[in-house]
């Protein structure tokens, strides 16, 4: 049974956990992690979800992405999913998320790197990904046209492309 730790509209933690599925309160929030991972050619690593997950089955999706875990910090959670997801090691607890988005539920941390992998060193989760591939924006946004690609907004896959090498929403 996965738990999470509980956090206020203000992401300070309530010092209360649940355990996934259980319902929160109004004022109860929870931490989201994503990695993308963009290779020298300014492709994104993406992945496809199993047939038999619960919320998009089958579609295309980013390079990973997953609930933090009771007393992970956002950085633990997003090494953690990436190992687990598709056998990466990457040590983030240097770096900052590039973005967090607020949901109705919680708070999702955006973390960019560039990182060059073979992708037959990749590890699989068989019980979460069924392939992963490299894409261009323009084809992120062609599956999402044709509703193979969890249906994010296009401004957000663009901004993903766009900031990828930097922190903050001024060019320079």
């Known amino acids: 049974m996965e738990k999470w730790d509980l956090y206020d509209k203000h992401r300070n933690k309530k010092g209360k956990q649940i355990t996934r599925g259980d319902d929160m309160t109004s004022d109860e929030f929870h931490l989201v992690i994503h990695v993308c991972i963009f290779n020298s050619n300014g492709e994104m690593l993406i992945q496809?979800?199993?047939?038999?997950?619960?919320?998009?089955?089958?579609?295309?999706?980013?390079?990973?992405?997953?609930?933090?875990?009771?007393?992970?910090?956002?950085?633990?959670?997003?090494?953690?999913?990436?190992?687990?997801?598709?056998?990466?090691?990457?040590?983030?607890?240097e770096i900052r998320p590039q973005f967090t988005i607020n949901f109705s539920r919680?708070?999702?941390?955006?973390?960019?790197?560039?990182?060059?992998?073979?992708l037959n060193e990749l590890t699989l989760q068989t019980d979460e990904v069924q392939a992963v591939r490299w894409a261009s924006k323009e084809e992120i946004l062609e599956l999402i046209e044709l509703k193979k690609f969890i249906p994010y907004y296009e401004s957000i896959i663009s901004f993903l492309f766009e900031s990828r090498r930097h922190y903050g929403s001024i060019r320079f």
Do not use: H, M
Request: include cysteine; hydrophobic fraction near 35%; aromatic fraction near 16%.
């Open 48 to 93: 496809q979800r199993q047939s038999f997950k619960q919320g998009w089955p089958n579609l295309w999706d980013i390079t990973c992405g997953g609930s933090a875990v009771a007393g992970d910090t956002s950085q633990q959670a997003a090494s953690r999913e990436l190992f687990e997801e598709l056998g990466i090691r990457y040590n983030f607890e």
């Open 106 to 118: 919680g708070f999702d941390d955006f973390y960019l790197i560039e990182y060059d992998i073979d």
